[in-house]
Each structure stands twice: as C-alpha cells, then as structure tokens.
C-alpha cells in the first residue's frame, strides 16, 4: 500500500443520492469530494478538509472546490456521495466502515485501533487512487465515533 | 458549574429549510410533557412508538429533537438525524465550544446537552457554532450510542 499525498481532483458529480445538504463557510481551501468536519476556531458554521490527525468527527462530503472563507455546499448525514482512498494501489470493499486518514479530506477502511472517527459506509469498492476508473466511491454518510479503549 | 435548572424557551428548533431538504421528521406520542428543542429518547415505560425527555441516567437512545412542546399522552413531532436544530445548553457557567459532540446531560434539566468527553454515552450530534451557557446553539443531529471497547 502507498498513500498518495495530495487529495486529487474529483471528475465525476460528488452527490448520488438524497438531498440534505448544508451551506458553511470554509477556513480554508477545499475540493470537491473532501470529508469536512467542523472547525473548532474558524467561527460558526465553519469547516476544514478533515485530518485523523485533528481528532474530530467529519460532518460530511463536499460538493464542490472553495477557496478560504467562501462558501461550500456540504452534504450531511443520510446522503450518498464520491469520496477517494488514501491508497493509490488497493481499493476498500463495499461494506466497510470509512473514517479520515493524515491525508486530508481522503477515506481509509476503519479498524486501525484507537479511535475511529467513522464518516459512513462504503456502498461500493472505493477504487484505489492509480485505478484506471478512478473517480471516487460511493459512501452513505452516517458519521459516528468509535472509542477503543 | 451551576446547572440550569428549568428548560429554557425556544419557539424556532429547526433550522434547515424542510422545502430544500427532505428531512427526517415523524410524529410520535409523549409519555409526559415536553417542551420545544428538548433531545428526546425511547420511553419504553409508557408503550410503543413514545417518547419523553433525554436523560443520561436512563441509558436510553436519543431519537431526536422535539420541534414542538407537547402535553403527556399528544403527539410531538421529532426532527431525526442528519437535520440541524437548536438544543440547549445544560450548563449555566460553561459555554460548549463549535466542534465538541454533543451527549445528553443528566436529570437535572431533561432535554439538554453537555459536551461529550470521553466514555460510554448516548451522543446528541455535533455543535456547529459555540453553544453559550445556558444558552441555544445549532447542531447537526447525529444520534448514535458510544460504546466504548
């Protein structure tokens, strides 16, 4: 496995199914595709591209590109849509929970260890990044924390 | 930390725009009375399908959020996961930060929510902009039970 290093650029529409999505402002630059979560300091209603490293839970996908303090359309809980592996050689199976990775904005199968800031389920094989296809995969957004102790 | 120490009034709970999104919403029966923006969970004591104040100590499920306050016996309708409305803040020293995840507070005042810290819990969503004490604040519903392995 080999991670790539830099979210690529969503070719496909992000959104596939359901329509509760949400407009916030972004503390800085995101694309299209990214798992978002909240920013702690950004002010209200405020997102980053989501980072295992920060600890927090992502509140979802977004639709489009935003450069920093524009706005985005974010999409929420019970929504399907594109997200993209961290790995650019090995696809995840459809059926496996998703959680953020050190790359921002990318997916990774959860069961690492420690906690798991789980975004949703693949419903699909997300395709590895050098995939021929690749465009992302189809993830239902239920995101949710796994304590392990 | 001084809790509140009654539920606070609200007549506007949901924010998102129920004509743009196809929001989770259902109209259940209160085993006793509740008031608008109360997190509510199962009240399996008072029949199928009711539902009562959110409690930490009744290690129950939270459903949602009530949009309107009802009378014991009536129907409320509850906005489930994935909207976004105001809960209230239990405490009425400490303001919850934008980012923390939500969990239900304890008896004191039914209905409110503290941030989560770490353990089993029953967790609300997640704070979208900074909740003052003792004050309203959006979150993102998000109800899920935190188990901890």
């Given at each position: 496995m080999t991670d790539i290093t830099a979210f690529p650029t969503a070719t496909k529409r992000i959104l596939v199914h359901g329509d509760n999505s949400y407009t916030f402002t972004a503390a800085e630059t995101i694309k299209a595709g990214q798992l978002v979560s909240i920013n702690s300091t950004g002010g209200d209603f405020t997102v980053y591209p989501a980072n295992s490293g920060d600890s927090v839970l992502p509140i979802g996908v977004a639709d489009a590109n935003a450069a920093t303090s524009g706005t985005l359309t974010v999409h929420l809980y019970g929504t399907v849509a594109k997200v993209f592996n961290i790995d650019d050689t090995t696809a995840i199976e459809a059926g496996t929970a998703l959680e953020s990775t050190t790359v921002d904005g990318c997916v990774q199968a959860a069961g690492g260890g420690g906690t798991e800031y789980v975004v949703g389920i693949a419903l699909e094989d997300i395709p590895a990044?050098?995939?021929?296809?690749?465009?992302g995969g189809n993830m239902l957004i239920c995101p949710h924390a796994n304590m392990i102790a | 930390m001084a809790d509140i120490t009654a539920f606070p009034t609200r007549h506007t709970i949901l924010v998102t725009d129920p004509e743009v999104a196809n929001l989770q919403t259902f109209t259940v029966a209160t085993g006793e009375t509740v008031k608008a923006g109360m997190v509510l969970e199962i009240d399996p004591s008072s029949g199928d399908n009711t539902v009562k104040c959110g409690d930490s100590d009744d290690a129950a499920p939270v459903v949602g959020v009530a949009l309107y306050g009802a009378t014991a016996g009536n129907p409320v309708t509850v906005a489930c996961a994935g909207t976004i409305c105001y809960v209230a803040n239990e405490s009425g020293s400490a303001a919850i930060g934008e980012s923390s995840l939500l969990q239900l507070a304890d008896v004191n005042v039914g209905g409110a929510v503290v941030a989560y810290t770490s353990g089993a819990g029953y967790v609300v969503g997640v704070a979208l902009e900074d909740i003052a004490a003792g004050g309203w604040g959006r979150a993102l519903i998000m109800p899920y039970e935190q188990v901890v392995s």
């Open positions: 990044t050098s995939s021929s296809d690749y465009g | -």
